[in-house]
């Protein structure tokens, strides 16, 4: 999942040289609604019967992939591949206080509050507001990124209260996911396809892997690996993608970081240990955090 997702922001930035960033979304989703498809078809899966569930998957799929995936597609027109996957790893601190301030799914610890405000901190130093008098391209490319983590932490959050509770498998979960954001981008097809394309075996191919592969069967082992090694755990994937894109990136792209980005990602990771509990505050520190 890490080699795939990290290799996502990779194959984004090869394909918008021949298709535009909306080309880019549409095909993702409808890639990998078709995979997905596939294998609901094969495992027969079953789709559950409640209406009001296909009502959630239709706010979760916007949140979760339609706008996340336009905004990623968008922004690598003016940041690099591993600059978009280091805000990719914002997404567990958004996720954290969206669900305890939002949608009050959980409650915060003193701990996990010290973890958002690293990760807040460490944002900050990657945006690097010091470097910018006018609002250039960069930086709305830069907060085009931070728009859709928090998209995805919304989706997330909202999950959690209205899904994740109901007997609905896993991988029916992820075809209900992505093929309703199919559903959307078909209806927005004259808004988000329609124009002029330049296609050579590299774009194609790129649109296949991010499609077929990203956005469709990672979904399924993402789901066996949190079955198999609980939610915590498969987390570790977040730590993964920036680094497997900023590699990528280096080698295949030749995109390069400056000093701030590398130390702001580091920052938002601890950030992330803090949320996730994998790093917790003595009792002590607790109480002088207290006093």
């Known amino acids: ?56 998957f239709l706010v979760i799929s916007t949140l979760n992939c339609v706008i996340p995936h336009l905004l990623f597609a968008w922004a690598e027109q003016h940041v690099s591949s591993g600059l978009a996957a280091i805000y990719n790893s914002v997404t567990p601190i958004a996720t954290a206080i969206l669900a305890a301030v939002a949608f009050r799914v959980e409650v915060l610890k003193k701990g996990q509050i010290l973890g958002v ?25 830069q ?18 209260k209205f899904v994740s509770a109901r007997p609905i498998s896993g991988t029916s979960v992820a075809f209900l996911t992505v093929a309703t954001a199919a559903a959307v981008m078909l209806v927005l097809t004259p808004l988000l396809a329609i124009g002029p394309v330049k296609l050579n075996l590299e774009i194609v191919g790129s649109l296949v892997l991010l499609g077929a592969l990203g956005t469709g069967l990672a979904y399924i082992w993402n789901i066996a ?11 570790t994937v977040t730590y993964l993608i920036p680094v497997v894109a900023v590699v990528l990136g280096f080698f295949v792209l030749g995109e390069t970081l400056s000093w701030n980005e590398p130390v702001g ?16 505050l003595k009792r002590r520190q607790v109480a002088s955090l207290t006093q």
């Open 265 to 280: 990602a580091v920052l938002v990771l601890v950030g992330i240990l803090f949320t996730q509990e994998r790093i917790r």
């Open 117 to 141: 405000l690293i990760g807040i901190v460490g944002v900050l130093i990657i945006i690097a507001p010091w470097q910018f008098t006018e609002l250039s391209g960069d930086l709305w490319g």
């Open 1 to 56: 999942m890490g080699l795939v997702w990290g290799a996502s922001f990779l194959f984004m930035k090869v394909a918008l040289v021949g298709v535009s960033y909306s080309q880019i979304a549409w095909s993702r989703e409808i890639l990998g609604a078709l995979a997905l498809a596939i294998v609901m078809l094969i495992g027969r899966h079953k789709l559950p019967k409640e209406k009001i569930v296909y009502l959630h």
């Open 225 to 235: 690996v949190l079955r198999a090694w609980g939610p915590t755990n498969v987390s």
């Open 143 to 160: 907060l085009a990124c931070i728009a859709a983590a928090i998209s995805y932490g919304v989706a997330i959050a909202y999950m959690r």
